[in-house]
């Protein structure tokens, strides 16, 4: 059974940084871990996807260049390094497993299983 718990949110200014945490278990060796995030009124939107040894680390143009994603294998941590926050990442964020979908010249990321997010809210 794959488990996935979010923590490290909470209330940040703008510009700011945080970094949340992602306990994970229970996923395969073939299985890939990323972000999505959903804010009030807003669909979800996928922020960054892990790489594996056919294909790289994905992240959506909203945070390219903030945000960095990393791992530590031996604690069964992912983490989600963000940098100069802005009011607009505030959301409900959530680890999750993701997997790369390309359908003719077209690459789409999916998010197929995810736990309870944390919330982050960035004030101006």
């Known amino acids: 059974e794959v488990q996935l718990q979010a923590s490290g949110g909470g209330l940040v200014q703008a510009g700011g940084s945080l970094r949340l945490s992602c306990a994970a278990s229970?996923?395969?060796?073939?299985?890939?871990i990323g972000w999505f995030r959903q804010a009030p009124g807003k669909e979800r939107e996928g922020i960054s996807c892990m790489g594996n040894s056919d294909g790289r680390t994905y992240y959506a143009h909203s945070v390219k260049g903030r945000f960095a994603i990393s791992s530590d294998n031996a604690k069964n941590m992912v983490y989600l390094q963000m940098n100069s926050l802005k009011p607009e990442d505030t959301a409900v964020y959530y680890c999750?497993?993701?997997?790369?979908?390309?359908?003719?010249?077209?690459?789409?990321?999916?998010?197929?299983?995810w736990g309870q997010g944390t919330k982050v809210t960035v004030s101006s």
């Open positions: 229970g996923f395969t060796f073939d299985d890939r």
């Open positions: 999750a497993v993701c997997r790369e979908e390309v359908y003719g010249s077209s690459i789409y990321y999916e998010y197929d299983y």
